[in-house]
């Protein structure tokens, strides 16, 4: 049975009060709070086994090694990874894009071509322009509807024998939108040789992840989203992919052999991995993957899913309100304006002496702002732990908004 109380319990920090008001925490795209499980994990290693992994014989370093390990399995079973040296630790997405942008670069050469999304987020944009100012490669960009749906016959007439990447999002983290991930590999597949990159960020906390099934060429997400500390992710590689192209670092642990006439580099996973981790948040990235699993997939998805919906015809009553990407298949997030009422961070700022958090603003997806011609949206994005009560607010806070602003 789902237990929304129980769950809150769980999380220490949603007990106390913002502006003299009970916190209500809406930005969830942006980072999710974490469970008290996930921060003992963290705190455990930290006052038990602190020590740096694979180097030592002692047995805190022993210790840190197994744990770190462990959570890596953890990961390979939740994203379904053939290997579990297939999942490389990272800092989080934006690492995991710039990794594979830099180990491609001797993939490209002039005038091939890179195909994104306007729903990207600018960690998968500004990379893959730096790839194509290296190589001289060109960035072709598939284009949304006024629902922020992609329009998929343009991905038709993009593919080509030029094509050597494809990068898109699952879902967009500015509007929700969920693209359809299957049927955008599908045709790369069938009408290229292009490496499938797949940004994961908003999709990993929310969705059921196959990357087998899904067959995607890498997959990458962060753990900050998904109840995990800050400074976490996760890059999937197939195998033979990974150990076909170069390191993204030099460094300790990354090599095989080293001296001043050459270097060889380790095998997978620590090929990608040089210098110290982040052994603790690596390790409490288990643990979030542990509380998720224990939630169950099914059961995050229906309660977010029945939070947008209530969330969106709620707001959807206040007259002058635009939802952005209001017909799309959307998970987890309603982005809206008040038309008339100014900049969209006024709202956030009367939302917040409510003790309300949402993002305001341009959400790192200036080109999704450009295509509506707007400077941004106010966005509310939801988790395992937000309740209707809690949209009841954020419906009367907007109302006193536009009230204060019009």
């Not at 206040?318 to 100014?342: H, M, P, W």
Request: charge should be negative; charged fraction near 20%.
């Amino acid at each position: 049975m789902f237990d929304i109380h129980e769950i809150r319990s769980q999380f220490t920090i949603l007990n106390q009060q913002v502006n003299g008001k009970p916190l209500v925490y809406l930005d969830n795209a942006a980072t999710s709070q974490k469970p008290n499980s996930v921060l003992e994990v963290w705190n455990q290693y930290y006052t038990e086994i602190n020590a740096n992994v694979h180097r030592g014989i002692h047995t805190l370093s022993q210790l840190a090694t197994e744990e770190m390990e462990l959570s890596r399995r953890k990961i390979q079973k939740f994203i379904n990874a053939k290997h579990d040296f297939e999942v490389i630790f990272t800092k989080g997405t934006t690492e995991g894009l710039n990794l594979i942008a830099y180990i491609l670069t001797q993939k490209l050469k002039k005038d091939d071509e890179i195909i994104i999304s306007y729903l990207e987020h600018h960690s998968n944009i500004v990379p893959w322009q730096m790839l194509c100012e290296r190589t001289g490669a060109k960035l072709r960009v598939i284009p949304i509807d006024e629902n922020g749906i992609l329009q998929l016959d343009y991905l038709d007439q993009y593919l080509s024998e030029k094509t050597k990447v494809v990068s898109v999002n699952q879902v967009s983290n500015a509007l929700g939108v969920v693209n359809p991930i299957e049927e955008i590999i599908a045709k790369t597949r069938k009408n290229s040789d292009a490496y499938i990159v797949i940004d994961g960020a908003q999709s990993a906390p929310h969705f059921t992840i196959d990357v087998q099934k899904m067959d995607c060429d890498f997959f990458v997400f962060s753990g900050h989203k998904m109840y995990a500390p800050m400074g976490t992710g996760i890059l999937y590689g197939k195998q033979e992919i990974l150990e076909d192209l170069p390191p993204f670092h030099g460094g300790g642990e990354m090599i095989a052999t080293c001296s001043f006439d050459g270097t060889t580099y380790a095998g997978l996973p620590f090929k990608y991995e040089a210098g110290t981790p982040n052994v603790g948040g690596n390790i409490a990235l288990g643990a979030a993957v542990d509380f998720i699993e224990k939630i169950g997939h099914s059961t995050i998805q229906n309660h977010e899913n029945a939070l947008l919906e209530y969330a969106q015809k709620q707001l959807l009553e206040i007259k002058n309100l635009k939802v952005y990407g209001e017909k799309a298949n959307r998970t987890g997030v309603v982005s809206f304006n008040l038309e008339g009422t100014g900049i969209s961070s006024d709202v956030g700022m009367i939302l917040d002496k409510m003790g309300i958090a949402v993002r305001t603003g341009h959400h790192c997806t200036q080109p999704i702002m450009d295509f509506f011609n707007i400077a941004g949206t106010v966005r509310a994005s939801f988790a395992i732990y937000n309740t209707f009560e809690e949209i009841d607010l954020l419906v009367e806070g907007v109302k006193k908004a536009q009230r204060m602003l019009s």
